[in-house]
């Protein structure tokens, strides 16, 4: 099955909302389009998973991981941002950047990124 990759990097507001929004809608196709979808949320967009005023872009996350959809985080980030027990909470798995991208490149997934 082929995979589409959301890869969420900036913080500013139209790239938190529209890569959060993007992952929601394919989520919504990805069965009857025979997708994989996984969502990899990267540097600023990582701090911002801990911010109260970002309640839409946080809101969607959630709803992504409680739909089952594989959200992950950088591990290195998590770690510097004292985050790895808040992020592993909420449903959010930890993975190297480094791992990750290769693992996608690998595998030939499509990545998007925000």
């Known amino acids: 099955m082929k995979r589409v990759v959301i890869h969420i990097f900036h913080?500013?507001?139209s790239s938190?909302?529209?890569?959060?929004h993007v992952a929601e809608r394919i989520r919504q196709v990805m069965q009857e389009r025979n997708v994989g979808l996984e969502v990899y949320i990267f540097g600023p967009a990582e701090k911002a998973l801990l911010s109260p005023d970002l309640q839409d872009y946080n809101t969607t996350i959630d709803g992504l991981v409680q739909a089952g959809v594989p959200v992950l985080t950088c591990l290195n980030t998590a770690k510097a941002l004292g985050a790895e027990e808040t992020f592993s909470q909420r449903g959010l798995r930890l993975a190297y950047a480094r791992d990750k991208f290769v693992e996608y490149?690998?595998?030939g997934a499509t990545v998007i990124s925000f």
């Open 16 to 20: 938190l909302g529209a890569g959060s």
């Open 11 to 13: 913080a500013d507001e």
């Open 105 to 107: 490149a690998l595998e």
